[in-house]
C-alpha cells in the first residue's frame, strides 16, 4: 500500500477514535468536556428569575386546570441563577421574600410582592433594578408541582438539620420530620420547604429550600435520573410559567448536568432584620453578591476582617473552644462557638468551610491555615452573622491537638 493510503487510514483511525471518545464522554461523563463541545448546551452565560408561588386551581372534568391569572401572586421564593458556560459554573442568589425593595408605583415593599404588582415581567425589572444585573429570562413555578416533580424523581435524600413538627392548616399540610438523612416524598419535601416556626422565621426557610435545591441537584444529574427529563418537563408545562421555550430550557439542563459540584454554587443574599421583620440589605453586600454571581473578582478581606463562626460536630467536645483558640491565635475573628448539640447535627468525620457569601477565596484561606483540612462548600447553611461557618469534624483534632502541645494554655 502506497504511504499517501497508509497517511490516510491513520487519520481516519485518529478521527474516528477521537470521534469515539468524544461520544462516549458526552454520554458518560460531560463534565469532561468544556462547555463549548457539548452538543445542545448553552453558549453564552444566562441570568433567570424563578419564582415560587402558590396556584390556584379550578375542575374541568376530571382534570384540574391551573388559573393562568394565579401565578401573579406573591412569590414565597425568589431567586436568581446564573448559568456561566464561559466559567462552566451555575450559581444561585437566594433573595429573602422580605426583603425591602423600592417598587415601581408602590414605594418600599417586601421584594415578594412584585410579582402581585406587576406579574413576573415586573418582579423581572425589580430583582434587575436592585442587583444592577440584567436578568435575561423568568421562571414561576407554582410549589404544589414540587409534590409531582419528586415524586417523578423516586424522593430526594435531604440532611433535616431538627425536628420539625406542625400543621399547616391553610394549606392542609402535615410537617412531621425527624432530624437525620431520609429521602422525602414530594408532600414530605413541600413540608421541608415550607416549614417556617422557627427563630428565624422565613430566613431559616431560605437556608432549608438551599439544602433541598443542592439535594435536588445532587439527585437530578446523576444519569440514572436523565430518562426522567422528558416527564419532568411534562409535569412542568403544567406548574410552570416562563419565557423560555422548550429549546432553551434543554439546552439549559444540557448545561447543568454536566457542571461539576465544586462549581455550583448557592447563597442567600446577607442582610439584617429591621424592628417591622423585614430583610435590610446594605447597598454593598448587595454590589459583592452581585460581582460575586457573574464572577467578577471581589477583594479578599484580611483576615481580622473574616467572621468566623465554628459548629463542633466532633467526637471531642472542646474541640470547639480550643479551635477558637487556634484561629485567633491566626489573626481571625471568632464571633461563635456551638456544639453539636445546638444543631442535632451528627458526628461528622470530615469537617466543611462553609462560604457563607460565596466568598470561596476567604474560605480557601482559612482551610490553608487549618492545614489543608475541610471541604469547602459555598452555601449559606451556617451563621448568618459570619462570613465563613466552620462544621468542625474530627479531621481537625489533631492539628488543633498538636499546636496545644505547642502552646498549652490552662483552660484546655
Request: charged letters at 20%; a neutral charge.
Amino acid at each position: 500500500m502506497k504511504s499517501g493510503n497508509w497517511f490516510i487510514l491513520f487519520l481516519l483511525a485518529a478521527l474516528l477514535g477521537i470521534g469515539a471518545g468524544y461520544f462516549v464522554t458526552l454520554v458518560v461523563k460531560p463534565s469532561l468536556l468544556p462547555p463549548a463541545l457539548r452538543l445542545g448546551s448553552l453558549r453564552e452565560p444566562t441570568t433567570v428569575l424563578l419564582l415560587g408561588v402558590d396556584v390556584v386551581y379550578s375542575q374541568e372534568g376530571r382534570r384540574l386546570k391551573a388559573d393562568p391569572a394565579a401565578f401573579t401572586g406573591r412569590s414565597d421564593t425568589i431567586m436568581v441563577a446564573r448559568l456561566d458556560p464561559i466559567r462552566n459554573s451555575v450559581s444561585v442568589l437566594q433573595i429573602p421574600r422580605d426583603t425591602e425593595v423600592p417598587i415601581p408605583g408602590q414605594g418600599l415593599q417586601k421584594i415578594n410582592y412584585a410579582n402581585a404588582a406587576g406579574g413576573p415581567l415586573m418582579a423581572r425589572e425589580v430583582v434587575s433594578s436592585f442587583l444592577g444585573l440584567p436578568v435575561d429570562h423568568y421562571v414561576v413555578l407554582n410549589v404544589h408541582g414540587l409534590v409531582e416533580l419528586v415524586n417523578e424523581l423516586g424522593g430526594v435524600t435531604v440532611e433535616i438539620p431538627k425536628r420539625m413538627k406542625y400543621m399547616d392548616w391553610t394549606a392542609k399540610l402535615k410537617i412531621d420530620l425527624e432530624p437525620g438523612f431520609h429521602t422525602l416524598t414530594g408532600n414530605q419535601a413541600m413540608g421541608f420547604v415550607r416549614f417556617r416556626h422557627d427563630a428565624l422565621g422565613d430566613i431559616g426557610r431560605v437556608q432549608r429550600q438551599e439544602i433541598f435545591l443542592r439535594a435536588v441537584l445532587d439527585k437530578a444529574l446523576r444519569p440514572e435520573s436523565w430518562s426522567h427529563i422528558p416527564e419532568l418537563i411534562k409535569i412542568a408545562q403544567s406548574y410552570v410559567l416562563t419565557d423560555l421555550s422548550e429549546g432553551e430550557i434543554l439546552q439549559m439542563i444540557t448545561f447543568v448536568k454536566a457542571v461539576p459540584k465544586q462549581n455550583q454554587h448557592l447563597v442567600m443574599l446577607p442582610g439584617r432584620f429591621s424592628g417591622t421583620g423585614s430583610w435590610v440589605v446594605a447597598q454593598s453586600d448587595v454590589q459583592q453578591m452581585t460581582a460575586r454571581l457573574t464572577g467578577m473578582s471581589w477583594p479578599v478581606g484580611a483576615k481580622p476582617e473574616v467572621r468566623i463562626s465554628i459548629e463542633n460536630a466532633s467526637a471531642y467536645p472542646h474541640l470547639g473552644t480550643r479551635l477558637s483558640r487556634y484561629l485567633r491565635a491566626r489573626g481571625y475573628e471568632v464571633i461563635s462557638i456551638k456544639s453539636a448539640s445546638d444543631n442535632t447535627a451528627k458526628t461528622r468525620a470530615r469537617s466543611r468551610i462553609i462560604a457563607q457569601r460565596n466568598n470561596q477565596e476567604e474560605a480557601e484561606m482559612v482551610r490553608d491555615d487549618l492545614g489543608g483540612l475541610g471541604e469547602i462548600v459555598n452555601a449559606s447553611l451556617g451563621d448568618l452573622e459570619s462570613s465563613v461557618t466552620i462544621v468542625a469534624g474530627d479531621d481537625l483534632e489533631p492539628i488543633v491537638d498538636e499546636a496545644d502541645a505547642r502552646s498549652p494554655l490552662p483552660d484546655r
